[in-house]
């Protein structure tokens, strides 16, 4: 049995009335940093790291937001020659503008100036969006690979965030976010890969990773 | 100038000859790769760390799932005391079985034998969807959080998710996965926190956190 099992079955095995002791520490300790969290304002969140979860998160958020109703735009940078899941699904929503700008991999291209081009009229439409107040949550998904290749210049990714209206959420995906990017961020999560079962002979799948 | 950004103006600056040719060895790689991923069949998708994005990613599962007009189930095992932005958003599809069975947080119940009632009701619902073919994409968010309380028993979960349809996609999110699921899940992303807006002193946020 491991330290961390013997913790677990410790945990099981506590009275009734230490659980609601701890419970309740654990409530005030909880209640206190919540009343601690007072800013309500626009967030930037970076998603990044080489395991899955990061586009499919920013599109969580851009469920979460729609739920609430709120005007939403998707630039895709990359992945334009797919056509995913995500895609088929959020296209029938009215309050999101979804724009898919990306023309596939840069493996598949094998064409720097096409991908610079491409790179660059979906970073057109996502400053529009970063300027427009209109929008409430706008999710540039694969950015960070078009700043990696350095099609999009970070300095222009930085200003247009620096001056977005102050309630826009935005969330950036895509492995290797710039430090700048990480350090102007209010949320980043590095998505780190344990296993993934493409390396074990499956397909990308449908609903999954498509 | 740190090495890795000198690697990225060196990849900027490389004539386009240059990358055509990089591009076409990467395009090689990757091709072998994809034609060596020849297996079809339903994954297990397992989120967890403690980072921003777990449930957030399966719910861009869910999406694209339902994008494919995948037969979906959700249980969220914990969050039933909040209204979030994805119940209401995905409430509305007939295609999708949601079920909201957690009262809340465990320390905010701090009730023990409701906790557990809480958390077995919502496995009853799990088990059934996870025995059931017509379910294409089963999503089981925060099972986690019950399997480390020991509210649910780890063995019953692995035997049902070994038991289910050959093509039923399950993900599975929260913090502190126990270490038998890791090990029979096909992906695993460890969702690690950078940086978090909360401590910053920003208010979860509607559309993001809630």
């Keep these: 049995m491991s330290e961390d099992d013997g913790d677990r079955a410790g945990f ?37 790291g080489n395991g899955k979860g990061k586009s499919s998160s920013g599109f969580g958020m851009l469920a979460r937001s729609l739920g609430h ?14 056509a995913t899941g995500e895609e088929a699904f959020f296209r029938r929503f009215e309050e999101l503008d979804y724009h898919v700008m990306g ?6 291209t094998q064409d720097k100036q096409r991908d610079i081009a491409a790179a660059q009229a979906a970073w057109a439409v996502a400053a ?19 700043l990696a290749h350095r099609y999009v210049a970070v300095d222009d ?3 247009a965030v620096a001056a977005r209206p102050p309630r826009q959420h935005v969330v950036i995906t895509g492995r290797g976010a710039p430090d700048a990017l990480i350090e102007a961020a209010d949320t980043v ?3 780190r890969v344990v296993k993934h079962a493409f390396k074990a002979g ?8 498509l």
Tied chains: 1, 2.
């Design 189 to 191: 999560t590095d998505m």
């Design 128 to 146: 529009r969006m970063l300027g427009d107040e209109a929008y409430d949550f706008v999710l540039l998904d694969e950015l960070n690979i078009a």
């Design 157 to 159: 990714v930085l200003a």
């Design 103 to 108: 023309e596939g991999f840069t493996w598949e």
């Design 69 to 82: 109703g709120f005007k939403c735009g998707v630039v895709q940078f990359i992945k334009g020659s797919f």
């Design 202 to 209: 499956i397909k990308a799948q449908k609903g999954v990773e």
């Design 12 to 48: 099981a095995a506590a009275s009734e009335d230490k659980h609601r002791e701890r419970m309740q520490r654990k409530k005030e300790l909880i209640d206190r940093k919540v009343a601690r969290a007072t800013i309500e304002r626009g967030v930037l969140v970076v998603n990044t």
